[in-house]
């Protein structure tokens, strides 16, 4: 009875260990994809979508380990959502920043872009710009899995929060150049909810459909370039 008695002495801590072993990290990440998202249709005839970022060392080497880079997502994100209505005219996106940093114990992603309007002419009449920047707590697991997963995660709450800050940004600066569904809503969409104390928040949306691709970077809907 006492070799059973110190046996169980022995197991139990062997076993509150096994119950605070971290769960594995992940190492399959599910493509950010954005098409479920109302569009944001333009009254112009192309939009062209460009990438300006350019990383410093620090900055490439997060962006390296990033199941989903910033910059490749914002790209997807403007191919899928914003659309040219064939009129007069032409759109640039413009990513300005992407980046991610680990700043101590903190990782920190900023993601900056802008939104220029042209007419036929090249005269430019409207520019919108969005910014969102966020972070979190660094992974105090040195695996490069769990790092990965944090990654994931910051840029995948930044894309949330940076859909609905442009669409905002475009409503409030870009009004002229919107086009209006039948329904009345502007673009195709529905305007984010906006309070002075708490800023824009999105509102509830359908699930996203998976394995929908958007064109390759760099090229225009809708037509071709001015």
């Keep these: 009875m006492r070799r059973l008695a110190l046996a169980g002495i022995v197991l139990a801590p062997l076993a509150l260990s096994a119950c605070a072993t971290e769960a594995p990290a992940p190492t399959t990440f599910a493509r950010l994809d954005y098409s479920y998202l109302p569009p944001i249709t333009l009254k112009v005839a192309s939009i062209r979508i460009r990438d300006d970022y350019r990383p410093g060392p620090d900055a490439a080497k997060m962006i390296d380990l990033a199941p989903e880079p910033p910059a490749r997502v914002l790209e997807r994100m403007a191919h899928e959502r914003l659309v040219a209505n064939g009129s007069p005219g032409s759109a640039s996106f413009v990513i300005r920043q992407a980046s991610l940093h680990q700043v101590g114990d903190t990782l920190v992603g900023t993601m900056t872009v802008d939104l220029n309007v042209r007419t036929s002419n090249g005269q430019r009449v409207g520019y919108a710009e969005a910014t969102v920047s966020r972070s979190e707590t660094a992974p105090t697991n040195e695996s490069p899995d769990r790092m990965r997963a944090a990654l ?13 800050e ?17 329904a009345g809503e502007v673009g195709g969409m529905a305007a984010p909810h ?4 708490q800023g824009i928040s999105a509102q509830p949306l359908p699930n996203p459909d998976a394995g929908q691709n958007g064109p390759a970077s760099g090229t225009n809907l809708g037509g071709s370039n001015d």
Excluded: E, F, H
């Design 166 to 182: 442009l669409q905002y940004q475009i409503q409030r600066s870009l009004p002229d150049w919107l086009a209006y569904s039948p």
């Design 152 to 164: 994931y995660d910051l840029t995948k709450t930044m894309m949330s929060s940076m859909n609905v």
């Design 194 to 197: 906006y309070s002075p104390d």
